[in-house]
Structures are given as structure tokens and as C-alpha cells.
């Protein structure tokens, strides 16, 4: 298991959209999420600023490649253009912070 954390940008005026449809996310995301191995998943907001934490399983490189294999990923993606600034780098990562320190149970 590997955990990720990342952040991104939303557009200023769109807080209660992003929100709006998390609310209603769609199952078939969800079960998409859970078959390819992301568990733990919760997304964090400070003013415009969301903050990503999951856990990947076995590791997060297996389970985005399996995820940029479903349809309704993409589909999901290409819905949020609107509301989200920048969830990637130039080359098409994550914006990840880095793991500095973990309390293990």
C-alpha cells in the first residue's frame, strides 16, 4: 500500500459546484476506484486550495493505470475542466506534497 497526497487549485466561484457534485458522485466512479485498488480517499478544501489524501493499493503507479483504463474516469475528468485549475503538472503528474512524517497504528 502506498499513500498519496496532492493538491490542487479550484476556480475562484466554483467552491459550491466542486462540492455540488462530489456530493453526488456517481457509483459507477466509485466502484471504478475501489476495483482498481484506492481506499482511504478523502479530499480536504481550504478556500480555493483541495488537499487529496488515498491510499493505493498495491502502489499508486498499478492503480492509476489500471483507473486511466475506465471510461467513466475520463468521463468524470472531463466534467470537472471547468472547475478545476490545475490537478496536474506540465508533464501530467500529480501535484503530490511530500510525506514527511506518519504515525503507523
Not at 478556500?47 to 483504463?69: C, D, I, R
Amino acid at each position: 500500500m502506498e499513500r498519496v497526497c496532492f493538491t490542487f487549485d479550484i476556480y475562484d466561484g466554483k467552491v459550491a459546484e466542486y462540492e455540488k457534485r462530489h456530493d453526488e458522485i456517481w457509483p459507477e466512479l466509485v466502484e471504478a476506484l475501489k476495483e482498481c485498488g484506492f481506499t482511504n480517499y478523502t479530499i480536504f478544501r481550504r478556500g480555493l486550495t483541495a488537499v487529496g489524501y488515498l491510499e493505493a493499493v498495491p502502489n499508486k503507479a498499478t492503480a492509476f493505470e489500471k483507473l486511466s483504463k475506465y471510461e467513466v474516469n475520463g468521463k468524470w475528468a472531463k466534467w470537472f475542466e471547468d472547475i478545476i485549475v490545475n490537478l496536474a503538472d506540465s508533464q501530467g503528474n500529480l501535484i503530490e506534497l511530500k510525506e514527511i512524517w506518519h504515525l503507523a497504528e
